[in-house]
């Protein structure tokens, strides 16, 4: 139920009851003598002119979110810079052939102990 205005606030009370049956809004003079309705105008106009109040975050929590943030932050730059002219003048796909040749340099020993044709006896 969007009625046009801006505030999101205000749209997501009038959504309320669309949303959720159970819940009823009503709209009250205010200042009517109503049993409550004082007692909540007190309460909201004392909400107002107290300080902000600050609920402190854990050190940790702060990091996590600042080391997570920055991992996608520079997977998505370098994902970017991978598919652009800048690297592929800089790092040519000679570049990731010899990557690949160190890594199975690496793996090949370990391979060979696997296969039944290998000199390496492990009992």
């Known amino acids: 139920?969007?009625?046009g205005t801006e505030h999101e606030i205000i749209n997501k009370i009038k959504d309320l009851p669309t949303s959720n049956p159970s819940i009823k809004i009503n709209w009250?003079?205010?200042h009517a003598s109503i049993q409550g309705n004082e007692l909540a105008d007190r309460l909201a106009?004392?909400?107002t002119e107290k300080e902000?109040?600050?609920i402190p975050i854990p050190k940790s929590w702060i990091k996590m979110k600042l080391r997570n943030d920055s991992r996608d932050k520079m997977a998505?730059?370098?994902g970017q810079f991978r598919k652009s002219k800048a690297f592929s003048r800089h790092f040519s796909c000679v570049v990731c052939k010899k990557i690949d040749l160190?890594?199975?340099q690496i793996l090949k020993p370990h391979m060979e102990a696997f296969q039944s044709t290998s000199p390496i006896?492990?009992?």
Do not use: G, P, Q, R
């Open 102 to 104: 160190y890594i199975n």
């Open 1 to 3: 139920m969007n009625t």
């Open 121 to 123: 006896d492990f009992c």
């Open 52 to 54: 902000d109040t600050h």
């Open 28 to 30: 009250l003079k205010a």
């Open 45 to 47: 106009k004392k909400a």
């Open 76 to 78: 998505i730059e370098m």
